[in-house]
Nanobody
């Protein structure tokens, strides 16, 4: 059974940095791409970032490109989201997700690609 557990959220002021972690278990972590999504109150869940199974390709949503960095440590079965220069509009629940299928996938920015989701971690950025 796949389990994803996010951590690292919190209440911070605008301009600071925060790093989220997602620990995965249940499958061979290194075989799967990973993604981060977020959902603000009253809004759809949106794509934030994704990383390929090899870690050699990364993808970002337009609103976070240049500020957020996704990375993975396959030895620790963990994916990270480094968030710099946080803005109040980054306030949301952040979810990590794992696709249904292993290997290279062309649709890592699409929510439907992912089968497994964590419970989410709240990030609140005050102005």
């Amino acid at each position: 059974q796949v389990q994803l557990e996010e951590s690292g959220g919190g209440l911070v002021q605008a301009g600071v940095s925060l790093r989220l972690s997602c620990a995965a278990s249940g499958r061979i972590f290194s075989s799967y791409a990973m993604g981060w999504f977020r959902q603000a109150p009253g809004k759809e869940r949106e794509f934030v970032a994704a990383i390929s199974w090899r870690g050699d390709s990364t993808y970002y949503g337009g609103s976070v490109k240049g500020r957020f960095t996704i990375s993975r440590d396959n030895a620790k079965n963990t994916v990270y989201l480094q968030m710099n220069s946080l803005k109040p509009e980054d306030t949301a629940v952040y979810y990590c997700a794992q696709p249904a299928y292993a290997g290279a996938l062309p649709t890592l920015t699409i929510k439907a690609t992912y089968r497994y989701w964590g419970q989410g971690t709240q990030v609140t950025v005050s102005s």
